[in-house]
Structure formats: C-alpha cells, structure tokens
C-alpha cells in the first residue's frame, strides 16, 4: 500500500563527495515539512560502512537515510559510459531509479552539489501530469551562445526547451513504461554525447515529455541568476561555480550556513584552504575545454542529428 505522505528523495554520489552531500542534505532536512515524511536514498558504489555516519545523523522520526549500492548495475553498462572531466560515473546513477524502486510512481533526484532552501515536500506534491519528468531550463544552454548552438544543431533541441538533470521531480511510473534506461543503453551504442553527458541523453529521450519547473527549484549559479534571491528554493552550484573552492562563489553565504552545522565543516574548510592556484587553473582550462567540445560537436559531420536521421531513412 503506498503511502501518499512519503517524499522519496535520491542523491548520488561517491566517497570523495560526501561531505557536501552532507551539506545539502543538512539544509533539505532543515527546511522540510515536519508533517511529512521523508526517505532519502544515497545511490552509491564506494562508501564504506564507516563513513555512513556523516549522514546517519539526519535520521528523523520523518527522516530516514537509506543508503543503496548501485555497483551491479553499473557493471553492466559502466565500461560503455562516457565521461569528462569533472563527471563522475555517480552522475549517471538517476538513470537506475525508476528500476530499482518498482514502488515508487514519484520521485525527487536532486544533485549533491545544492542547497536546499524550500520544502521538498512541496516541490514533490507539484503535478507533471504524464511527462517523463519535471524540471527546469538549463541556463548554459539559455545563456550562451555556443552552447545553445550545439543543443540545437546537434541534438536538434530548442534552447529554451533543454532541462537541468541536477534537480528532477522523476514520473517513475512514465520511466518505466517508456523504457527511458533501454532507450539510454540504445542511445549509447548510437552515440556518444560527450558535452554534458547523461543530461544529453535524458533531453533526447524526454523532449516534448517535460514538465517545466520555475527556476526557483533549481537556480544555477551560472551567468545572469534569473530568480531574486529571496524567492530562491534550491541553490545549484552548478560546474566550477564551487564555494568549498571559491571565496568569490554568488550565493556561498548559503552553503557556509549549513557547512557550518555539519560534521564535516573543519574538512570542508580544509579542502578550501588546500585548493590550490593550480586547480584554479584547471579549472579555468576546463572551462575552454567544455567550450571547444562543444564547437567541435557543432562541426562533425555525423553528429547526432545527422546519425539518427541516416538510420531513419
């Protein structure tokens, strides 16, 4: 029997990126409804019985941890997953939920690397009717050039019409029937997107079947910040826009408020004094590495547009 007050709630992440789960984590249980319930899986491959801790202690009466090991799934398509840079394979775990958790129709994936000012409760109850997914504009796509290009002739998608997957409200029940994870295994053997990954493959497979979100719900620290500040729900520190690394980072006052009351904080801090000129510098490199990927995407004569419509004829 489904219980209609639960809020299922998945992140996914590593050993290494705990602690700013914990962060996130911290102020999602801080701001959420206390007359709801809350179950918060951690999709995982790496941490240790040991480390579960960080995150044990946000175990409520209406709060419960629950971590999953997600390693024999990924051993049957891990070696085919692409990656770049920063990514993780972690990134593509919101793939497996729907899946994995039969009993779930709803459900929220929301990225590590946020800070949650809203009640979850409340961005769970928002209806998306029969689309695949809710969610919200990716502001890269909507704010620069070269990568709106690159959606639209490589992808063939709209600009504005190019969701964020770091924030999802998930219709599990439209996942499963529409086979999103076989038509991702499909795609893989299809192409591979090496721009912004499984959030490329989500918008092909999910185009027209969006639900779109206010930016509230997922406000990227990115270019002009399109939500006032005091109407902000969840704060995403979206690519290298990191104030564990950053002294200047817009909005860093949030994450240092719930660093603050982790039991990570004096880690979290020392990563900050650690991060050096030179990751700096990587970042910076990075950056025109995204750029430049996304131009020669632009320039192939067989991108994905192409490819698909070859197969179509």
Known sequence: MKDNNLVPIFYACDSAFLRYTAVSINSLVSNFSKDRKCEIYILNSDIKDNEKQILDVYNRENVKIIFVDVKEQLVNIGKDLPLRDYYSKTTYFRLFIAKMFPQFDKAIY????????????????????????????????????????????????????YFNAGVLLINCKKFREENVLGQFINLLSIYNFVVTQDEDYLNVICEDNVFWIDQRWNTEVYGKIPVR??????????????????????LEKYFWKYAESTSEYDKIVEDFNKYSDEQRENDKASAIRLVNTAISEINREDRYLERINKIAQ
Not at 130 to 150: L, S, W
Not at 229 to 250: A, F, G, L, Q, V
């Open 110 to 161: 929301i990225d590590s690397d946020t800070v949650v000012l809203g009640d979850m409760a409340q961005f769970f109850d928002t209806q998306i009717g029969k689309n695949i997914v809710g969610a919200c504009r990716e502001q890269a796509m909507v704010q620069t050039d070269v990568f709106g290009e690159y959606v639209e002739q490589v992808l063939g998608i709209d600009r504005n019409n």
């Open 229 to 250: 500040e005091k109407d902000i729900k969840i704060i995403h520190y979206i690519m290298t826009s990191k104030p564990w690394h950053y002294s200047d980072c817009r």
